[in-house]
């Protein structure tokens, strides 16, 4: 994967190059990044020598053929992006794990794995060790939560929980034994954004390690790696893929740490189905306009919620009420769809009532495609360190690509079953 531009001198003769070289890649716009990205004309161009496809198509392998012995010998040192084994990628997945490299600036390589949550465990279990302690915001996904308390801590890898505002008060948690710390801004369910930068310098001062899950603003509304993050980590099942119909995860990583995650990647077996990488390159082309409308769909339908009775919170970063909006306002450069709103009293009956009914929005984990979702959900199962205390129900809402004007209505209708059954 590396940080080779899309274009080798050595490929000038045919094909026109994508981006040119790395250098004038850096000074485009994100859009134009995402457009070129990862369509290196070695993976693209017409064998007989003329002419290109547009998308690197999908390489499908598992045995993969050599000219000789020696050629095959040869590989066994020199594998990452030469075909080796389907295992350890083809073409197709070089393309998608370039890309997401050439988003994150600073960043030297990215590995691809079956899911988020597979990225999570691998990246986390690339930096750890026996002995060791992890720092995790509070506020963190609930399997990567399952993930540190299940299989870390039995392995004598012990997790602290912090509170997702704490800020660079976190340098009070660290002991000999810290190794690493582990942010997701905003936070799932609650939404609280993290002080990022004040966290990375914590971490810089003690020799620590810091990783992030950014699935939420991706490296569209958050450079993790511009911010001082070692180690970015996305479910590209939510918006790189951006359609609800495949699973994938990317760990990202600066140069002092990538031969680690690819090592550990590579011993766990980790791979991605170049089927699936495909129709998240396919995704990625058009992520900036689809978070734009997410991001515009969100916020009218947050707006509308924030002023009715019925709801007493609505935590959504891009809101000045919401925790940590102060940090999202300095740090993020724009809000995805996702949000939660807490009901004005209220039980789960009524939190029910209001949800079954909906008729524009599915009920279903997951989010990031282009529709939208509604789930119920209770925070207070899923903290340690902080304590979740609120004035009813949380219902988490996915804002698709629909008609904002149709979301309300059908939320208005909501509200009211909500009301009549409260
Ligand atoms: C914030 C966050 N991170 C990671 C994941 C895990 O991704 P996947 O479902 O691809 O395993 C999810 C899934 O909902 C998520 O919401």
Redesign the pocket.
């Known amino acids: 994967m590396g940080r080779r531009s899309c274009h080798r001198k050595s490929d000038r003769s045919s094909v026109r190059s994508l981006g040119k070289d790395k250098k004038k890649r850096g000074e485009t716009g994100d859009a134009t990044r995402l457009v070129e990205a990862g369509r290196r004309p070695e993976w693209t161009k017409d064998p007989s020598g003329t002419g290109a496809i547009v998308n690197p198509p999908v390489w499908r392998a598992s045995t993969i053929l050599y000219d000789s012995v020696a050629d095959m010998r040869a590989r066994v040192h020199d594998t990452h992006e030469r075909l080796f084994y389907g295992r350890r990628g083809t073409p197709t997945t070089w393309s998608l794990a370039d890309a997401l490299t050439e988003l994150e600036p600073g960043a030297e390589g990215t590995m691809l794995y079956p ?3 597979a990225a ?1 465990a691998c990246a986390l279990l690339a930096v750890l060790s026996p002995g060791d302690e992890l720092l995790m915001v509070d506020s963190a ?1 609930d ?1 990567t939560r399952a993930f540190c308390d299940n299989i870390l801590r039995p392995m004598g890898i012990a997790t602290v929980y912090y509170d997702p505002l704490m800020g660079d008060a976190i340098a009070g948690l660290v002991t000999e034994r810290t190794r690493a710390i582990f942010m ?1 801004s905003p936070g ?1 369910l609650t939404f609280e954004v993290q002080d990022v930068p004040a966290i990375v310098a914590v971490a810089k001062a003690r020799g620590l390690v810091t990783l992030i ?1 950014n ?2 603003a991706t490296p569209l509304y958050f450079r993790a790696m511009g911010h001082g993050v070692d180690i970015s980590i996305l ?1 590209c ?1 939510k918006y790189i893929a951006g359609h609800s119909d495949l ?3 990317s760990v990202t990583a600066v140069p002092a740490l990538w031969q680690k995650i690819r090592k550990t990647a590579y011993a766990f077996g980790q791979t991605a189905s170049p089927d699936d990488c495909y129709l998240a390159s396919r995704g990625l082309r058009t992520l900036s306009v689809r978070l734009a409308q997410h991001q515009a769909g969100g916020l009218a339908v947050a707006r509308w919620l924030q002023d009715q009775r019925e709801v007493a919170r609505v935590l959504h970063p891009a809101l000045p009420d919401s925790p940590g909006h102060a940090i999202w306002k300095r740090d993020f450069t724009g809000a995805s769809g996702l949000f939660s709103i807490v009901l004005n009293g209220g039980d789960d009956a009524a939190r029910v009532a209001m949800i079954d009914g909906l008729q524009h929005f599915g009920i279903g ?3 990031g495609g282009y529709e939208s979702l509604a789930v119920p959900s209770d925070p207070q199962n899923y903290r340690a360190a902080t304590q979740w205390q609120a004035e009813g129900p949380l219902v988490r809402l996915h804002i698709g690509l629909e008609d904002p004007a149709d979301l309300i209505a059908d939320l208005a209708a909501g509200l009211e079953r909500f009301r009549e059954c409260r």
Request: charged share 10%; hydrophobic share 35%; no cysteine.
């Open positions: 899911s988020g949550v999570i996904y399997p997701e799932s899950d699935t939420w479910a099942t699973m994938l995860g984990y997951s989010w």
